[in-house]
Nanobody, 121 residues
Framework: QVQLVESGGGLVQAGGSLRLSCAAS????????MGWFRQAPGKEREFVAR??????YYSDSVKGRFTISRDHLKDTAYLQMNSLKPEDTAVYYC????????????????WGQGTQVTVSS
């Protein structure tokens, strides 16, 4: 099993920045890909970014503004969010995948509890 704990969410003004962290514990050697998803009120959970041996991938809505990274020594993934917009407001979830590389939430095996990001206009 793998446990994921997110941190770093909060309230920020439009144009500002936040960095989310996702600390993994347990059988972390089984993780192939780590990803970030978000869910805004009344909307479905959507893919934001992922990182694996094939590289990094981003949704079109965050490309050029967000950067995903991973520190294998610390078993931690990060999401640097710059130029934040009110439409980025959501609960952000960290997820981990044992194999493959996908943007489908159904393909991820482990999930964190989520961290709220609120961007004010």
């Amino acid at each position: 099993q793998v446990q994921l704990v997110e941190s770093g969410g909060g309230l920020v003004q439009a144009g500002g920045s936040l960095r989310l962290s996702c600390a993994a514990s347990g059988r972390t050697f089984t993780i192939s890909t780590m990803g970030w998803f978000r869910q805004a009120p009344g909307k479905e959970r959507e893919f934001v970014a992922r990182i694996g041996w094939r590289g990094t991938y981003y949704s079109d809505s965050v490309k050029g503004r967000f950067t995903i990274s991973r520190d294998h020594l610390k078993d931690t993934a990060y999401l640097q969010m710059n130029s934040l917009k009110p439409e980025d407001t959501a609960v952000y979830y960290c997820a981990a995948q044992r194999s493959g590389g996908s943007q489908s939430a159904d393909s991820y095996d482990y999930w964190g509890q989520g961290t709220q990001v609120t961007v004010s206009s």
